[in-house]
């Protein structure tokens, strides 16, 4: 089992999103021992954003250089593809995704490559898996004492839904801009939800669908 660990926080290992997500990758790891984890770690700014032979290349149908951004975006889509999981952990920035988490989705979702466009529109190439959004945020986006709106939530669904991950799953500690009290309690809740989350779900029937379609396909 691949496990693919995406951490966008520039604070690092020291971010509350980096904390939640290694958490829920601890819960996967306590199930699969053996499995492997790639921890591919953006929030310090080193994804860059495409270049021009990689915007060229999402207008046209001719083979693209394989240089510059064409190749990072290639060694980044492989990863998603060994992936049986993918964990992100990320902050909530102006109310959507921070730029390196939208840079990494835009060397991910490529045309002809990881979705095709048809007369009905996108339709993603990637085989679904399951995706946990650890997520962190100074104010509250959700719920009664919302203040702000959330662009992130319908962002990445939308987003990731092109290349066809669809089965998302959020977590988040929202408030972390509040006194120590309620940053304790918001940790504590999310914990216990990702902790709920994943005592109450059955691996093997989440697997088995995936296992058919091996056989079959043999
Ligand atoms: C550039 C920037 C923009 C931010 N914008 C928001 C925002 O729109 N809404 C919000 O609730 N918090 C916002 N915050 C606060 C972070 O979401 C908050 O500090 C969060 O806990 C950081 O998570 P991390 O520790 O995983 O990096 C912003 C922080 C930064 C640095």
Redesign the pocket.
């Given at each position: 089992m691949n496990i693919l660990h995406v951490s966008?926080?520039?604070?690092g290992q020291?971010?509350?999103?980096?904390?939640?997500s290694q958490r829920i990758v601890g819960f996967l790891l306590a199930r699969e021992p053996g499995a492997t984890v790639t921890n591919r770690v953006i929030?310090d700014g080193t994804i860059p954003h495409v270049d021009e032979n990689y915007a060229i290349a999402q207008q046209s149908t001719a083979d693209p250089s394989q240089e510059g951004s064409i190749a990072l975006s290639e060694e980044l889509i492989q990863e998603v593809e060994r992936a049986d999981f993918v964990v992100i952990?990320?902050?909530?920035?102006?109310?959507?995704v921070?730029s390196a988490l939208k840079a990494w989705i835009d060397l991910v979702v490529r045309a002809r490559r990881t979705f095709d466009v048809t007369k009905d529109g996108k339709i993603g190439r990637l085989r679904d898996r399951p995706v946990y959004v650890a997520v962190?945020?100074?104010?509250?986006?959700s719920g009664e004492r919302a203040r702000?709106p959330d662009f992130l939530t319908p962002y990445l669904k939308a987003v990731l839904g092109v290349v066809g991950l669809r089965d998302l799953t959020f977590f988040s500690?929202?408030?972390?801009?509040s006194g120590p009290d309620a940053v304790a309690e918001a940790k504590a809740s999310a914990d216990q939800a990702v902790q709920d989350h994943f005592h109450s779900m059955c691996f093997t029937d989440r697997l088995r669908p995936v296992f058919a379609i091996a056989v079959l396909s043999n």
């Open positions: 966008c926080s520039p604070l020291a971010a509350e999103s980096h904390r939640l929030g952990g990320t902050p909530v920035h102006n109310f959507t921070p962190a945020s100074g104010g509250r986006y702000q500690v929202q408030g972390t801009a």
